[in-house]
């Protein structure tokens, strides 16, 4: 992928005040100082994606790393008859694409806009730069990455040694930390992914799926609204299947 070589002498685009208070809110740039920021700012490129676009190829190579600016896009991988499952579902403020910046080699997944997202673009080079000089960004980096290996291993242990009700409940609430909103003990999850996908994640059928949910629903724990889910008490929930 070619950037801009954009040089930190260059006219500040027109838009940096607002570039950023979007930067300055991504927690792991949060400790930055001002006039580092200003770099960072300088070196990123912002793109927009329309949904469903494909923004990273597995086994590519990475030359970049993403921070969302607004939108939501679905990290996944496929096998050879292109049959997909979700890893994880990113949002506002996260970031995807440092592992192949990281060690170098392909991309471990690919990455598509599940709704129209803006992104901000940082080339390898620069992020490496950036946490060098900055070992708050490197510390935050290590943070999320400790976050996404406790998520895989809950994900391993699910998948071994649950039931079908467990993979179930472990998949709802790996969405509900991924894209849920909580408000008094309730967590609504918007845009539901579809049954095969939910299907895919919990290694299990698109019957079992609408098997278990309906179960769900008929003890209380969830509720279906349109294609919005919600869990009416998270930490119960979360304390019957985790
Ligand atoms: P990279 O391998 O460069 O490109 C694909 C990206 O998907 C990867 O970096 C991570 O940022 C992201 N990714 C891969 N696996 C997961 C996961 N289990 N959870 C969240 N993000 C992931």
Same mark, same amino acid.
């Given at each position: 992928?070619? @950037?801009? +070589? ?9 838009? %940096? ?41 597995? /086994?590519? $190579? ?15 991988? $496929? ?7 979700? %890893? ?16 170098? @080699? ?51 242990? #699910? %998948? #071994? ?12 609430? *790996? ?12 967590? /609504?999850?918007?845009?539901?992914? @579809? *049954? ?11 019957? $079992? ?17 349109? +294609? ?11 304390? @019957?299947?985790?």
């Amino acid at each position: 992928m070619n @950037l801009p +070589n954009i040089s930190p002498r260059q006219p500040l685009p027109t838009d %940096l005040g607002e570039a950023m208070e979007f930067i300055r809110n991504v927690p792991f740039f949060s400790d930055i100082e001002a006039n580092e920021l200003t770099k960072i700012v300088r070196v990123g490129v912002r793109k927009k994606y329309k949904k469903g676009s494909i923004i990273l190829l597995e /086994e590519e $190579t990475g030359a970049a790393l993403f921070v969302i600016i607004s939108g939501k896009v679905k990290i996944v991988r $496929t096998d050879d008859d292109g049959r997909e499952v979700i %890893l994880s579902i990113l949002g506002e403020n996260d970031f995807f694409g440092e592992m192949s910046i990281l060690d170098g @080699l392909a991309r471990s997944a690919s990455v598509v806009a599940i709704t129209k997202a803006e992104l901000f673009m940082i080339h390898r080079r620069d992020f490496l730069k950036l946490m060098q000089d900055v070992p708050s960004v490197a510390i935050s980096l290590l943070k999320e990455l400790t976050m996404r290996l406790r998520k895989a291993d809950s994900q391993i242990k #699910s %998948l #071994s040694l649950k039931d079908a009700a467990g993979r179930v409940a472990n998949v709802i609430l *790996q969405l509900a930390d991924d894209i849920g909103t909580i408000r008094k003990g309730r967590v /609504e999850i918007d845009e539901l992914p @579809l *049954q095969q996908d939910l299907a895919n994640m919990a290694g299990t059928s698109r019957e $079992t799926i609408s098997r278990v949910v309906h179960m769900f629903i008929k003890k209380s724990h969830l509720e279906l609204r349109g +294609n919005k889910l919600i869990i009416n008490d998270y930490e119960k929930f979360k304390s @019957l299947f985790i």
